[in-house]
């Protein structure tokens, strides 16, 4: 049975409305309002308990997933329950993911749902762009290329029209929500094995600190896009 919550709330986090500079077709694919991605308003809702929830093993799978088309390799803990929002009836998902430093760069792909992104440094750093993400639209026929900054979350809400791909700077984790009220949009594509209890307790463990790090960090300006559609 799925959990429950309230009513996503409609505060902002910081770098979450898109810039001056933001192209009108990025606008309409990689959405930064939580008032446009109820998505990513469910991911702002659920961030202040989500740090206790790690605290729990049995809340999550822990996987080591790789993905076929380019070899990129990383890390997820996949909520067990879903999460179904009071108001709307709409059911939602929680994961953690965690990149590392090295390796190829992910491969441009849509999405199996509707998804939420709230990207984190995995260690302090004073670098803070983490990955720079291409994407494009099928259905606008516009495409670009965006600097990821650590606590900037974006979502994108039409999951077969709209692929992305993550090219990591650095080690890296993000908190993913999806929205999993219908059915799948195309079948799964990634490979996957469990990972080891030890491994498991230490990817929570920094998801946990990551997340209570990005808590407690004052608000920053909002971050420009990259130069110009690619």
Same mark, same amino acid.
């Given at each position: 049975?799925?959990?429950?919550?309230? @009513?996503?709330?409609?505060?902002?986090?910081?770098?979450?409305?898109?810039?001056?500079? @933001?192209?009108?077709?990025?606008?309409?694919?990689?959405?930064?309002?939580?008032?446009?991605?109820?998505?990513?308003?469910?991911?702002?809702?659920?961030?202040?308990?989500?740090?206790?929830?790690?605290?729990?093993?049995?809340?999550?799978?822990?996987? +080591?997933?790789?993905?076929?088309?380019?070899?990129?390799?990383?890390? +997820?803990?996949?909520?067990?329950?879903?999460?179904?929002?009071?108001?709307?009836?709409?059911?939602?998902?929680?994961?953690?993911?965690?990149?590392?430093?090295?390796?190829?760069?992910?491969?441009?792909?849509?999405?199996?749902?509707?998804?939420?992104?709230?990207?984190?440094?995995?260690?302090? =750093?004073?670098?803070?762009?983490?990955?720079?993400?291409?994407?494009?639209?099928?259905?606008?026929?516009?495409?670009?290329?965006?600097?990821?900054?650590?606590?900037?979350?974006?979502?994108?809400?039409?999951?077969?029209?709209?692929?992305?791909?993550?090219?990591?700077?650095?080690?890296?984790? @993000?908190?993913?929500?999806?929205?999993?009220?219908?059915?799948?949009?195309?079948?799964?594509?990634?490979?996957?094995?469990?990972?080891?209890?030890?491994?498991?307790?230490?990817?929570?463990?920094?998801?946990?600190?990551?997340?209570?790090?990005?808590?407690?960090?004052?608000?920053?300006?909002?971050? =420009? +896009?990259?130069?110009?559609?690619?």
């Amino acid at each position: 049975m799925p959990g429950s919550i309230g @009513s996503p709330s409609r505060g902002v986090e910081p770098g979450s409305r898109p810039t001056a500079s @933001s192209s009108v077709g990025e606008a309409r694919s990689i959405l930064r309002d939580p008032d446009a991605s109820p998505t990513l308003a469910v991911l702002l809702d659920v961030l202040p308990v989500l740090a206790a929830r790690l605290k729990r093993a049995r809340h999550w799978a822990a996987l +080591r997933i790789r993905d076929p088309e380019s070899g990129l390799v990383y890390e +997820r803990l996949a909520g067990r329950a879903r999460l179904e929002v009071c108001a709307t009836g709409r059911v939602y998902r929680l994961a953690i993911h965690r990149f590392g430093g090295e390796g190829p760069p992910g491969a441009m792909h849509d999405h199996r749902f509707p998804i939420a992104v709230l990207p984190l440094a995995a260690a302090p =750093t004073v670098e803070d762009v983490l990955y720079e993400m291409p994407w494009r639209d099928r259905e606008l026929g516009t495409s670009g290329r965006i600097l990821v900054r650590d606590g900037e979350s974006y979502a994108i809400e039409r999951a077969s029209a709209v692929l992305h791909a993550v090219h990591g700077r650095g080690p890296h984790l @993000s908190v993913v929500v999806s929205d999993e009220t219908e059915p799948p949009l195309r079948e799964l594509r990634l490979e996957w094995e469990p990972m080891r209890w030890r491994e498991a307790r230490a990817l929570r463990r920094a998801g946990r600190l990551a997340i209570e790090a990005h808590q407690d960090r004052p608000e920053r300006p909002v971050a =420009t +896009r990259s130069n110009g559609p690619g």
